[in-house]
C-alpha cells in the first residue's frame, strides 16, 4: 500500500427517541470527540480507532491506500476521499477519509 490514509471525525448525531425506546441504558459509548484524527499507515487500524468505527470504513480506508478511489463514480469532489459514518444507530459519528500526501 502506498498512501497514508487521514480520518477525521466531523460531526455526530443523536437520535434520544430511539435510544429511549430500544437502547438499554449505558454509562458510557463513545470516545470519539469532533476533529480528532487518526492516520492509517498500509490500510491498517490506526491506534485509538473505535473498532465500531473501523468496521464500517475499513474497506474504503483500504482502497485509498492502495491507490483507488472514486467511489460510486464521482460521489466525492475529492475523488481520493469518503464520507463514512459509524454502525451506531443511536449516534453515529461522520468520518471524512482522505488520502494525505506527507
Known amino acids: ?3 497514508k490514509v487521514r480520518i477525521t471525525a466531523i460531526r455526530q448525531t443523536v437520535y434520544p427517541d430511539l435510544m429511549a425506546l430500544y437502547e438499554n441504558p449505558i454509562e458510557h459509548a463513545c470516545d470519539v470527540r469532533v476533529g ?14 473505535c473498532p465500531s468505527a ?3 470504513m475499513q474497506e474504503f480506508v483500504e482502497a485509498l491506500a492502495r491507490g483507488e478511489g472514486n467511489f460510486f463514480d464521482g460521489w466525492m469532489k475529492n475523488p481520493m ?8 444507530g443511536f449516534r453515529p459519528f461522520s468520518f471524512y477519509i482522505e488520502v494525505i500526501n506527507d
Do not use: R, T, Y
Not at 476521499?81 to 451506531?88: G, K, Q
Open 1 to 3: 500500500m502506498k498512501n
Open 36 to 49: 480528532q484524527q487518526w492516520v492509517a499507515v498500509d490500510g491498517k487500524c490506526p491506534e485509538g480507532m
Open 54 to 56: 473501523w468496521s464500517s
Open 81 to 88: 476521499s469518503a464520507m463514512i459514518s459509524c454502525n451506531d
